[in-house]
């Protein structure tokens, strides 16, 4: 058997048998390539007031479901850090505003 023919079934052995996803992803979870995002729309970055007076730096983050058009919808603060500073509010302004 020469080398070819060895690489040739390993190649052939993979096929098909993708790995499986990590327990968290759930198995109905759809994949987007970085050319897919380039289409949705996201919103303007904005500083909370509170934030601002304060001069204070922070981050958040904010789940949102996404629609075929782009569009966020149903978004929900997950980490806020600092608290009450109104980033969890911010990460997901303008959408939160439209809810």
Same mark, same amino acid.
């Given at each position: 058997?020469?080398?070819?023919?060895?690489?040739?079934?390993? *190649?052939? *052995?993979?096929?098909?048998? /993708?790995?499986?996803?990590?327990?968290?992803?759930?198995? %109905? *979870?759809?994949?987007?390539?970085?050319?897919?995002? @380039?289409?949705?729309?996201?919103? @303007?970055?904005?500083?909370?007031?509170?934030? @601002?007076?304060?001069?204070?730096?922070?981050?958040?983050?904010?789940?949102?479901?996404? %629609?075929? %058009? $782009?569009?966020?919808?149903?978004?929900?603060?997950?980490?806020?850090?600092?608290? $009450?500073?109104?980033?969890? @509010?911010? $990460? $997901?302004?303008?959408?939160?505003? /439209?809810?």
């Amino acid at each position: 058997m020469a080398i070819t023919d060895i690489l040739f079934l390993a *190649a052939v *052995a993979t096929v098909g048998s /993708e790995p499986p996803l990590p327990p968290d992803i759930p198995p %109905n *979870a759809v994949f987007y390539t970085q050319e897919d995002v @380039k289409r949705y729309r996201f919103p @303007k970055p904005y500083l909370p007031p509170e934030a @601002k007076a304060a001069k204070v730096d922070a981050d958040a983050v904010v789940a949102c479901e996404v %629609n075929t %058009n $782009g569009r966020m919808k149903r978004c929900a603060v997950v980490i806020e850090n600092p608290p $009450g500073m109104g980033f969890g @509010k911010a $990460g $997901g302004y303008p959408v939160f505003e /439209e809810c």
